[in-house]
């Protein structure tokens, strides 16, 4: 069973930056894509960046584009997300997710709370 635990989020100032991990245990992360989302209060889960199994396609959301980075480590069973020039809107809970049957994010782990102030 594949579990995916998220760390790093924490309260910044805007224009500041943040790194999240995310560590997937039961399995190889070499075996799945991965990516990662968010929430906001009173808004429904949005999709920000995606990453491919070898770690060579990477795709992201308009709203990120230019200021976070998605990687991996398969070697150390962990994903990140290299947050830059964060704005208070990016404010929301965030989690990483694995594909590891068919198309769809099936493994989700339980978010970690990033908080951006004005």
């Known amino acids: 069973q594949v579990q995916l635990v998220e760390s790093g989020g924490r309260l910044v100032q805007a224009g500041g930056s943040l790194g999240l991990s995310c560590v997937v245990s039961?399995?190889?992360?070499?075996?799945?894509?991965m990516g990662w989302f968010r929430q906001a209060p009173g808004k429904e889960r949005e999709f920000i960046t995606a990453?491919?199994?070898?770690?060579?396609?990477?795709y992201y959301a308009d709203s990120v584009t230019g200021r976070f980075t998605i990687s991996r480590d398969n070697a150390k069973n962990t994903m990140y997300l290299q947050m830059n020039s964060l704005k208070p809107e990016d404010t929301a809970v965030y989690y990483c997710?694995?594909?590891?049957?068919?198309?769809?994010?099936?493994?989700w782990g339980q978010g970690t709370q990033v908080t951006v102030s004005s």
């Open positions: 997710a694995a594909k590891t049957e068919g198309l769809d994010y099936n493994v």
């Open positions: 039961g399995r190889t992360l070499s075996a799945y894509p």
């Open positions: 990453i491919s199994v070898s770690g060579g396609s990477t």
